[in-house]
């Protein structure tokens, strides 16, 4: 099959971008504009009350991150008027019908002109109040659905979704989209409709017994866990987009669609340089966390299987992706972007990884303190890691409590912060246990058929590079990964 040159692909393409502040999406965005400066226009939609304020966030959060001084040291004098001509940035929110666009000159003049719509959008947290996940992750993608398909030459909807829509499968696990309705777990069928008037319901309860908005927020983060669980996914982050994937399947008609299901997304791998990363992804708090001193213990499975894949490489499989489907030779919808088939790396790497790397270099604190860390302690089940956290903290913690009553209340104080503190652990634990003891393997084999394709036919197949197995994970780690976050994160 020949796929053809993906620069021939991206010129005169005018291209929407969803979530456009958002980490793949700003990597996704310099990279077509580094590589293809001859693409038509980016639409990026930004969060904005107004056109001012979407421009605000243009330049604070796109354009004048590090991420693109490649582009800047190439355009100089001139970055300004190139970036003028190639981004509109466009003030809205995809939580809204018409993704919130109020401006209708430069929404029809986006329904004439766009080629393809890419939906990056999304909030990641995995105990996001339950009416925000809804209106971003599930509402928010038949939001851009509906968008897309008003535009009279769109090509494709290119959808970028989480490999952990599976929920708590292990074994092989297919690239396969979701159909509406589907649960993990019992015989109820998901009804989206009802879960959309259920939040809506108790938020309206809790406004109504005038609730204060923090206690609101914990109700509504509380739900949505609840319900997530209900029907078999471990938390509300990749309940919500399933049922994203749901509706854009059910609902696309004729639009040719592009379901990407990435794994954890980690830092750049090669381009535009090595190790940018931006936030802590689902890993990354951890090691950060090891490194300056304030995680001391690990959880994981013995054989667990790490599944990482670097942003650039997430952004080359898209765009390839996009090609492929652009020419109707692929059918597939669906592709798994991850490493844990053809290139594992454990758990127990990651720890590895993190002590030595530390050891070498350790962290100076605000106080100009090094701050030595140790091996840690690794638990290979949550039976363990119960049992030493009701040891080294909550029987002791208890025994203040027992203390503070006797004393008239004396360390309150203390005992609230300690109190908080280890509820907010157990939280976090229960969280990220379906992770570390993940038992899944994500076939990637329509993925690896545009790996071949690619190779084969593409004349900057080297370019837009996606195969893990080229990743020496030990050199990826030490030398580039755990630095970049020493050096953009941590700081």
């Not at 226009?41 to 590090?66: N, Q, T």
């Not at 971003?136 to 939001?143: E, K």
């Not at 844990?340 to 604190?365: A, G, M, T």
């Amino acid at each position: 099959m020949e796929l053809g040159s993906v620069l021939q692909f991206l010129e005169n393409k005018t291209i929407l971008v969803t979530g456009a502040t958002g980490y793949l999406a700003k990597i996704f965005v310099e990279k077509i504009l580094r590589v293809q400066p001859n693409v038509k226009k980016f639409y990026l939609l930004l969060r904005a009350v107004d056109a001012k304020s979407a421009r605000e966030r243009l330049h604070d959060e796109v354009i004048g991150k590090e991420l693109f001084k490649v582009i800047r040291e190439k355009h100089g004098a001139s970055l300004h008027s190139f970036i003028s001509e190639k981004v509109t940035p466009v003030p809205g929110d995809i939580s809204y019908e018409e993704l919130g666009v109020k401006d209708c000159s430069l929404k029809d003049e986006m329904w004439r002109e766009i080629d393809v719509v890419l939906n990056f959008a999304a909030t990641t947290n995995f105990d996001e109040r339950y009416d925000v996940a809804l209106g971003i992750n599930t509402l928010g993608a038949l939001h851009v659905l509906n968008f897309a398909k008003k535009c009279v030459n769109v090509r494709m909807l290119v959808h970028v979704s989480t490999a952990y829509v599976c929920g708590e499968d292990a074994g092989l696990i297919m690239e396969q989209p979701y159909h509406m309705g589907m649960a993990k777990r019992g015989d109820d069928k998901v009804d989206i409709n009802f879960e959309k008037k259920m939040a809506q319901e108790k938020l309206n309860q809790l406004v109504l017994e005038d609730v204060p908005e923090k206690e609101i927020t914990s109700a509504m983060k509380d739900l949505g866990i609840e319900r997530a669980r209900r029907f078999g996914w471990p938390n509300t982050y990749v309940f919500t987009k399933a049922m994203g994937e749901m509706l854009v399947v059910n609902f696309k008609d004729d639009l040719p669609v592009l379901i990407i299901r990435p794994t954890m997304v980690a830092s750049t791998y090669k381009e535009p340089f090595p190790g940018w990363i931006e936030g802590l992804r689902t890993i990354d708090s951890i090691i950060v966390g090891y490194g300056i001193g304030k995680v001391s213990c690990f959880i994981s499975g013995p054989q667990a299987t790490l599944d990482v894949i670097p942003a650039d490489m997430v952004v080359n499989a898209i765009t390839v992706a996009m090609v492929a489907r652009a020419k109707q030779q692929y059918p597939e919808t669906v592709y798994h972007l991850g490493s844990s088939l053809r290139n594992p790396v454990k758990f127990s790497n990651l720890h590895d990884f993190s002590f030595r790397y530390f050891s070498e270099n350790p962290w100076i604190n605000k106080e100009g303190e090094v701050v030595k860390i140790g091996r840690g302690t690794v638990f290979s089940s949550m039976s363990k890691f119960y049992t030493y956290m009701t040891i080294r903290y909550l029987l002791p913690l208890k025994a203040l409590q027992l203390f503070n009553t006797l004393l008239f209340k004396r360390y309150q104080d203390v005992y609230t912060v300690l109190d908080r503190k280890a509820k907010l652990v157990m939280r976090l634990v229960d969280l990220y246990k379906p992770y570390v003891f993940f038992e899944g393997i994500f076939d990637d084999m329509n993925a690896e058929k545009l790996r071949i394709a690619s190779r084969e036919t593409c004349p900057e197949a080297n370019d837009f590079d996606f195969d893990p197995v080229s990743i020496d994970w030990e050199d990826y780690m030490m030398n580039v990964h755990i630095p970049g976050l020493v050096k953009y994160v941590i700081k």
